[in-house]
């Protein structure tokens, strides 16, 4: 089958380079800068609490804080790390993996093809959502424990966790807004590749000769359609990750 045309020359994080290939809309440079952009979306009591967190001194350190800090520091936080972003991407691939083997060895493939071509892209969309809401649930626990890490190190690492809960707290509407948007760009994408695969049998099918090429396999557009919604969900966990990723390389320099 046809696929849609890639893009080339596109920068930006991989979410964003896969989207604008998916939907085939190119994504326009941002008008302002990255400290105008802040400006917009802080409302003044959340620009006095990161004014405060740069500025004040650090929150009392928690009464119970370990005798030697790096005893339990930056390796533990890095297996805990692995642990939690393999986790999650088991769980993306085992989803797409689930749906794949609902065929089974009994199933005939002329009735898989026939179901597959009729199913509804609101059965990928709750799936896509809940695989959002794992990441959100998982990565937000952890990015706490690590914050919870940082206040227990020197005046400048306590600092830092309090600017990282602040940035959580007035950024995490935005970055829900704008990922919760991903399901809706992925439905165009969804149906594009049907309708592609639609146009292409029947215009084997209108054929007066053999086509030369192998003809194509009905409901092959669907496995393209996994692929690529694996490969967002993927992206997107490398998106959410990003913080924890600036605390654990915080806690390894201190």
Known sequence: ??????????????????????????????????????????????????????????????????????????????????????????????????????????RPSALAEAMDAQVDYAIYRHRYVSQQQAMETAIGALRGRMRAALSTRAP?????????????????????????????????HFQRLRQAEAAALAEAQAATKPAAAAPVAPGAWLAVFRKDMQSVLLAELEIRFQPVEGLLAALRGS
């Open 1 to 106: 089958m046809s696929q849609e045309p890639r893009r080339t020359g596109f920068s930006g994080p991989t979410l964003v380079r896969l989207l604008a290939r998916l939907t085939d809309a190119d994504a326009p440079p941002p008008a302002t800068s990255l400290s105008g952009q802040l400006s917009q979306w802080l409302g003044w009591p959340d620009a006095i609490a990161l004014s405060a967190a740069l500025k004040g001194g650090p929150a009392a350190a928690p009464a119970a804080v370990p005798a030697n800090p790096r005893a339990c520091g930056a390796t533990a936080e890095e297996q805990e790390c692995a642990r939690v972003r393999g986790a999650l991407a088991d769980a993306i691939a085992g989803d797409n993996a689930l749906a794949a083997r609902r065929r089974g060895p009994g």
């Open 156 to 188: 400048d690492m306590a600092r830092l966790a309090m600017v990282d809960a602040v940035m959580e707290r007035v950024l995490g509407a935005r970055e829900q807004n704008v990922l919760g948007s991903v399901p809706t760009l992925l439905e165009g």
